[in-house]
Protein backbone atom coordinates (compact mmCIF):
# COMPACT_ATOMS: atom_id res chain seq x y z
CA UNK A 1 0.00 0.00 0.00
CA UNK A 2 2.02 2.99 -1.29
CA UNK A 3 -0.59 5.56 0.22
CA UNK A 4 -0.15 8.88 -1.35
CA UNK A 5 2.99 9.25 -4.16
CA UNK A 6 4.06 12.28 -5.72
CA UNK A 7 6.47 12.60 -8.78
CA UNK A 8 9.01 14.39 -9.12
CA UNK A 9 10.70 14.69 -5.79
CA UNK A 10 13.15 17.10 -7.18
CA UNK A 11 12.91 19.68 -9.95
CA UNK A 12 14.93 22.79 -11.00
CA UNK A 13 13.38 25.25 -13.70
CA UNK A 14 14.41 28.46 -14.91
CA UNK A 15 11.91 31.04 -14.56
CA UNK A 16 9.25 30.82 -17.61
CA UNK A 17 9.10 26.79 -17.63
CA UNK A 18 6.37 24.92 -16.99
CA UNK A 19 5.66 21.70 -15.65
CA UNK A 20 3.56 19.20 -13.97
CA UNK A 21 3.53 17.84 -10.56
CA UNK A 22 2.00 14.49 -10.12
CA UNK A 23 0.02 12.96 -7.53
CA UNK A 24 -1.68 9.89 -7.23
CA UNK A 25 -3.36 8.14 -4.00
CA UNK A 26 -4.26 4.28 -3.79
CA UNK A 27 -6.79 4.31 -1.07
CA UNK A 28 -10.02 5.32 -2.66
CA UNK A 29 -10.08 8.76 -0.75
CA UNK A 30 -12.61 10.76 -2.68
CA UNK A 31 -10.76 14.69 -1.93
CA UNK A 32 -7.28 15.55 -2.77
CA UNK A 33 -5.40 18.72 -2.01
CA UNK A 34 -2.16 20.61 -3.43
CA UNK A 35 -0.82 22.32 -0.29
CA UNK A 36 2.78 24.46 -0.40
CA UNK A 37 5.52 24.65 2.42
CA UNK A 38 8.27 27.20 2.43
CA UNK A 39 11.19 27.26 5.20
CA UNK A 40 9.88 28.98 8.21
CA UNK A 41 5.76 28.28 7.47
CA UNK A 42 3.12 25.82 7.57
CA UNK A 43 1.49 24.72 4.14
CA UNK A 44 -0.78 27.10 2.59
CA UNK A 45 -3.91 25.19 0.39
CA UNK A 46 -3.05 25.78 -3.33
CA UNK A 47 -5.96 23.88 -4.37
CA UNK A 48 -8.37 21.37 -3.60
CA UNK A 49 -10.75 18.53 -5.38
CA UNK A 50 -13.71 17.64 -2.97
CA UNK A 51 -14.78 14.38 -5.59
CA UNK A 52 -13.88 13.84 -8.99
CA UNK A 53 -14.74 16.02 -11.25
CA UNK A 54 -14.28 19.46 -9.05
CA UNK A 55 -11.85 21.53 -8.44
CA UNK A 56 -12.00 24.62 -5.82
CA UNK A 57 -9.15 27.29 -5.22
CA UNK A 58 -7.71 27.62 -1.92
CA UNK A 59 -5.52 30.33 -0.19
CA UNK A 60 -2.48 30.43 -3.00
CA UNK A 61 -3.85 29.47 -6.31
CA UNK A 62 -2.80 32.09 -8.32
CA UNK A 63 -0.04 30.99 -11.27
CA UNK A 64 -1.18 27.09 -10.77
CA UNK A 65 -3.85 25.04 -12.18
CA UNK A 66 -5.05 21.83 -11.35
CA UNK A 67 -6.38 18.62 -12.80
CA UNK A 68 -8.44 15.88 -11.24
CA UNK A 69 -7.93 13.21 -13.83
CA UNK A 70 -9.57 10.43 -11.84
CA UNK A 71 -10.20 9.61 -8.76
CA UNK A 72 -6.18 8.51 -7.83
CA UNK A 73 -4.99 11.30 -9.39
CA UNK A 74 -4.46 15.19 -9.00
CA UNK A 75 -2.24 17.04 -10.84
CA UNK A 76 -0.55 20.52 -10.21
CA UNK A 77 0.21 22.87 -13.05
CA UNK A 78 2.83 25.60 -13.49
CA UNK A 79 2.30 27.16 -16.76
CA UNK A 80 4.99 29.87 -16.47
CA UNK A 81 7.32 29.08 -13.38
CA UNK A 82 8.67 32.12 -11.63
CA UNK A 83 11.26 32.31 -8.62
CA UNK A 84 8.07 32.82 -6.32
CA UNK A 85 7.24 29.31 -6.62
CA UNK A 86 10.38 28.13 -5.20
CA UNK A 87 9.18 25.75 -2.30
CA UNK A 88 7.91 21.86 -1.30
CA UNK A 89 4.93 21.07 -2.63
CA UNK A 90 2.54 18.46 -1.15
CA UNK A 91 -0.25 16.33 -2.13
CA UNK A 92 -2.87 14.87 0.31
CA UNK A 93 -5.56 12.72 0.28
CA UNK A 94 -8.95 11.91 2.64
CA UNK A 95 -12.06 10.60 2.87
CA UNK A 96 -14.85 13.40 3.18
CA UNK A 97 -18.46 12.50 3.42
CA UNK A 98 -21.68 15.74 3.29
CA UNK A 99 -18.38 17.76 3.49
CA UNK A 100 -17.75 17.14 7.21
CA UNK A 101 -13.33 15.74 7.22
CA UNK A 102 -13.92 13.24 9.07
CA UNK A 103 -10.25 12.09 9.27
CA UNK A 104 -6.60 12.79 8.72
CA UNK A 105 -5.29 13.80 5.33
CA UNK A 106 -2.74 12.02 4.38
CA UNK A 107 0.82 13.27 2.84
CA UNK A 108 3.04 12.38 0.34
CA UNK A 109 6.60 12.82 1.02
CA UNK A 110 6.52 16.12 -0.90
CA UNK A 111 8.09 17.45 -4.56
CA UNK A 112 11.35 20.07 -4.06
CA UNK A 113 10.91 22.49 -6.92
CA UNK A 114 13.33 25.56 -7.56
CA UNK A 115 12.86 28.04 -10.01
CA UNK A 116 15.87 30.07 -11.18
CA UNK B 1 -9.30 37.43 10.01
CA UNK B 2 -9.05 34.25 9.91
CA UNK B 3 -5.75 32.27 11.27
CA UNK B 4 -4.12 29.64 13.18
CA UNK B 5 -1.23 30.52 15.20
CA UNK B 6 1.32 28.70 17.58
CA UNK B 7 2.51 30.90 20.67
CA UNK B 8 6.23 29.51 20.31
CA UNK B 9 8.34 28.69 17.36
CA UNK B 10 10.89 26.41 19.23
CA UNK B 11 10.65 24.46 22.49
CA UNK B 12 12.99 22.49 23.95
CA UNK B 13 12.54 20.12 26.55
CA UNK B 14 14.60 17.10 28.21
CA UNK B 15 13.76 13.80 27.38
CA UNK B 16 11.20 11.71 29.28
CA UNK B 17 9.45 15.30 30.16
CA UNK B 18 6.40 16.27 29.43
CA UNK B 19 6.06 18.64 26.41
CA UNK B 20 3.26 21.29 25.82
CA UNK B 21 2.67 22.65 22.23
CA UNK B 22 0.17 25.70 21.88
CA UNK B 23 -1.88 27.02 19.62
CA UNK B 24 -4.27 29.82 19.01
CA UNK B 25 -7.27 30.17 16.52
CA UNK B 26 -9.56 33.23 15.69
CA UNK B 27 -12.51 31.66 13.89
CA UNK B 28 -15.00 30.17 16.27
CA UNK B 29 -16.99 28.24 13.75
CA UNK B 30 -13.64 26.07 13.18
CA UNK B 31 -15.40 23.05 13.99
CA UNK B 32 -12.40 20.35 13.87
CA UNK B 33 -8.88 20.53 14.45
CA UNK B 34 -6.10 18.23 14.08
CA UNK B 35 -2.30 18.21 15.06
CA UNK B 36 0.40 17.14 12.73
CA UNK B 37 4.02 16.04 12.98
CA UNK B 38 6.39 16.83 10.09
CA UNK B 39 9.74 14.91 10.46
CA UNK B 40 12.49 16.70 8.41
CA UNK B 41 12.51 15.77 4.97
CA UNK B 42 9.06 14.23 5.19
CA UNK B 43 5.41 15.05 4.75
CA UNK B 44 3.57 16.12 7.92
CA UNK B 45 1.57 12.86 9.56
CA UNK B 46 -1.53 12.65 11.64
CA UNK B 47 -1.14 12.87 15.34
CA UNK B 48 -4.44 13.57 17.06
CA UNK B 49 -7.82 15.10 16.08
CA UNK B 50 -10.39 17.18 17.98
CA UNK B 51 -14.12 17.74 17.31
CA UNK B 52 -15.40 21.57 18.75
CA UNK B 53 -18.13 19.45 21.18
CA UNK B 54 -15.08 17.87 22.82
CA UNK B 55 -12.68 19.47 24.91
CA UNK B 56 -10.07 16.89 25.50
CA UNK B 57 -8.85 13.78 23.41
CA UNK B 58 -6.28 11.14 24.59
CA UNK B 59 -4.21 8.93 22.48
CA UNK B 60 -0.80 7.31 22.87
CA UNK B 61 1.43 9.40 24.64
CA UNK B 62 -0.38 12.40 23.35
CA UNK B 63 -3.43 15.38 24.62
CA UNK B 64 -5.31 17.41 22.83
CA UNK B 65 -7.07 19.50 24.87
CA UNK B 66 -9.47 22.30 23.26
CA UNK B 67 -10.88 25.95 24.89
CA UNK B 68 -13.25 27.19 23.14
CA UNK B 69 -13.39 30.40 25.22
CA UNK B 70 -10.14 31.61 24.46
CA UNK B 71 -10.05 29.53 21.05
CA UNK B 72 -6.90 27.82 22.54
CA UNK B 73 -5.73 24.25 21.06
CA UNK B 74 -2.67 22.41 23.28
CA UNK B 75 -0.66 18.96 22.40
CA UNK B 76 0.25 17.46 25.44
CA UNK B 77 3.11 14.87 24.84
CA UNK B 78 3.83 12.77 27.87
CA UNK B 79 7.52 11.31 28.49
CA UNK B 80 9.19 12.88 25.50
CA UNK B 81 11.33 10.80 23.67
CA UNK B 82 14.14 11.60 20.82
CA UNK B 83 11.80 10.42 18.11
CA UNK B 84 9.17 13.13 19.37
CA UNK B 85 11.57 15.33 17.46
CA UNK B 86 9.70 17.43 14.79
CA UNK B 87 8.06 20.40 13.73
CA UNK B 88 4.10 20.14 15.15
CA UNK B 89 1.01 22.17 13.59
CA UNK B 90 -2.15 22.82 14.72
CA UNK B 91 -4.29 23.01 11.67
CA UNK B 92 -8.38 23.70 11.61
CA UNK B 93 -10.83 22.84 9.36
CA UNK B 94 -14.36 24.21 8.37
CA UNK B 95 -17.15 22.75 6.64
CA UNK B 96 -15.87 22.11 3.00
CA UNK B 97 -12.74 20.61 3.94
CA UNK B 98 -10.22 23.23 3.81
CA UNK B 99 -7.26 22.67 6.49
CA UNK B 100 -5.57 25.50 7.46
CA UNK B 101 -2.09 25.38 8.97
CA UNK B 102 -0.65 27.47 11.58
CA UNK B 103 3.15 27.81 11.18
CA UNK B 104 4.45 25.01 13.19
CA UNK B 105 6.51 24.37 16.80
CA UNK B 106 9.61 22.78 16.31
CA UNK B 107 10.08 20.55 18.85
CA UNK B 108 14.09 19.38 20.15
CA UNK B 109 14.15 16.49 22.76
CA UNK B 110 17.98 16.62 24.70
CA UNK B 111 18.79 13.52 25.72
Known amino acids: NAGVTQTPKFQVLKTGQSMTLQCAQD?????MYWYRQDPGMGLRLIYY???????DKGEVPNGYNVSRLNKREFSLRLESAAPSQTSVYFC???????????????FGEGSRLTVL | GESVGLHLPTLSVQEGDNSIINCAYSNSASDYFIWYKQESGKGPQFIID?????DKRQGQRVTVLLNKTVKHLSLQIAATQPGDSAVYFC??????????FGQGTELSVKP
Open chain 2, 50 to 54: IRSNM
Open chain 1, 27 to 31: MNHNS
Open chain 1, 92 to 106: ASSFQTRGLNTGELF
Open chain 2, 91 to 100: AETRRGGKLI
Open chain 1, 49 to 55: SASEGTT
